[in-house]
């Protein structure tokens, strides 16, 4: 049974370019959490989404940035026009049940963003 | 506004010994308490939760205590292990079935170093 799956692990990229992160929730769960961690700091929620929705996106920055999650494959963050304060790790996380107490979220392993 | 604080970035406590790492919150709608371990360059792994009806749960070797008038919670870890070592992070969400969606605000992460 497959964990949360993301990627690429790693990706670098120059300034003004597109950075696409990808995210495989784990089978059955069809809600996805997106998480960016600075350097130095905790995880901050960016966007929560459902299968073709997104739900809630107050953590997410209003431009630049958006996520997807469609009906098949995996949910795509996306950021256009990456800018150096874009570089972190970035993590998703799947859960079967959204804002059920006591329902897990289970963590991909990142990925981190490094912009040139 | 850092609604949830680890105040100590790092513990260091000899193997056998307890681990008690700490954890502040100021937004009194918290319900639901977590703690994540993470290892380099891995997602976070779900350690133990507590909902605010509790004031203490336990699973083996760890015991996460909540004290809702002192806004603190506690993680203890006994007897410690190296294989600890890593960050640990507290978490918070608001009430399940409210408009938060389980979405999860983190602390900064305290780094545990067990020694051998």
């Known amino acids: 049974n497959a964990g949360v799956m993301q990627n690429p692990r790693h990706l670098v990229r120059r300034r003004g370019q597109e950075a696409r992160l990808r995210c495989s929730p784990m089978k059955g769960h069809s809600h996805v959490y997106w998480y960016r961690q600075l350097p130095e700091e905790g995880l901050k929620f960016m966007v929560y989404l459902q299968k073709e929705n997104i739900i809630d996106e107050s953590g997410m920055p209003k431009e630049r940035f958006s996520a997807e999650f469609p009906k098949e494959g995996p949910s795509i963050l996306r950021i256009q026009q990456v800018v150096r304060g874009d570089s972190a790790a970035y993590f998703c996380a799947s859960t079967t049940l959204a804002g059920v107490r006591g329902e897990t979220q289970y963590f991909g392993p990142g990925t981190r963003l490094l912009v040139l | 506004d850092q609604q949830v604080k680890q105040n100590s970035p790092s513990l260091s406590v000899q193997e056998g010994r307890i681990s008690i790492l700490n954890c502040d919150y100021t937004n009194s709608m918290f319900d639901y308490f977590l703690w994540y371990k993470k290892y380099p360059a891995e997602g976070p792994t779900f350690l133990i939760s507590i909902s605010s009806i509790k004031d203490k749960n336990e699973d083996g070797r760890f015991t996460v205590f909540l004290n809702k008038s002192a806004k603190h919670l506690s993680l203890h870890i006994v007897p410690s292990q190296p294989g600890d070592s890593a960050v640990y992070f507290c978490?918070?969400?608001?009430?399940?079935?409210?408009?938060?969606?389980?979405?999860?605000?983190f602390g900064q992460g305290t780094i545990l170093t067990v020694h051998p």
């Open positions: 978490a918070a969400s608001l009430n399940a079935g409210g408009t938060s969606y389980g979405k999860l605000t």
